[in-house]
């Protein structure tokens, strides 16, 4: 059975202080037990704070984004090995507001995702179409394009570290949230495509993970879906009672 992953995309929200009081009231929640993988993605600034503050919990810490270049001169990024020797153990890679806002396209995410693997970073690529694109009945394209192009001469032993993260631009921030139903369906084309590009075992281990408006609310139905493994949430980890109860809810279905 594939463990689930709850995690937390913090976007460019919360300070080094408010990281760390967000951390303090999490971790008295009681972490210790916990059997899903937790991963929270702060602003780079704040990840060390952030690991400290959770020392000793089974909760981990990622980045949002490294450059696709090793080293240089490139003012304002940070790598991938920075990325790591900084404590992370995560990266996302490919966010729609990465691919949306700083033109990140298949062929960066592709330069990104090796360079991450090569430095020892568990990649969480994430993919998923526009309303426009599912409106005129792309979706499916659009998901095997993102996976054929940003998977590009990746090794089956690589690929068996990668997570994937369908997220739906339009549910992203937007309270609209895909149906259990859209998920499932499209969580499963991307796993019938990873079984026929690589192997059914890894097809089999990976872990997709929904993401776009995740919440208590939906949390319990859209992991009760078979190829749901696990959720990327947004705006739902900033509020740590949130993010607990989801956690809660995974925990529970862990369980039965
Ligand atoms: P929301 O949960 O705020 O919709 O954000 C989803 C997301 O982009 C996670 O990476």
């Keep these: 059975m594939r463990k689930f992953f709850i995690a937390g995309n913090w976007k460019m929200n919360y300070s080094i202080s408010e990281t760390v009081e967000f951390c303090r009231q999490f971790r008295v929640k009681g972490l210790n037990n916990i059997s899903s993988d937790i991963v929270l993605f702060p602003p780079s600034i704040s990840i060390q704070a952030m690991i400290k503050t959770l020392e000793d919990t089974p909760v981990k810490v990622g980045g949002q984004n490294i450059h696709q270049e090793f080293s240089g001169a490139f003012t304002g990024e940070i790598s991938a090995e920075m990325l790591y020797d900084s404590g992370s153990e995560f990266v996302l890679i490919g966010h729609s507001e990465r691919r949306q806002y700083f033109n990140e396209t298949d062929e960066i995410v592709n330069k990104k995702l090796k360079i991450a693997l090569k430095s020892n970073l568990t990649p969480v690529v994430c993919i998923g179409e526009s309303l426009d694109q599912r409106e005129s009945g792309k979706t499916e394209d659009v998901i095997l394009r993102q996976i054929k192009e940003g998977f590009k001469d990746i090794s089956e032993t690589e690929m068996e570290k990668v997570v ?10 937007t309270g609209l949230t895909a149906t259990p139903e859209q998920a499932q369906e499209i969580h499963n084309i991307i796993r019938n495509t990873i079984v026929e590009d690589f192997s059914p075992q890894l097809g089999k281990n990976l872990r997709i993970l929904y993401g776009g408006s995740a919440k ?41």
């Design 164 to 173: 994937i993260a369908y997220e739906p631009i339009w549910a992203i921030g």
């Design 216 to 256: 208590v609310k939906n949390a319990e139905i859209l992991l009760s879906e078979k190829d749901i493994d696990g959720l990327l949430i947004g705006g739902a980890s900033l509020k740590v009672n949130d993010f607990y109860e989801i956690i809660k809810i995974a925990e529970k279905l862990t369980k039965k």
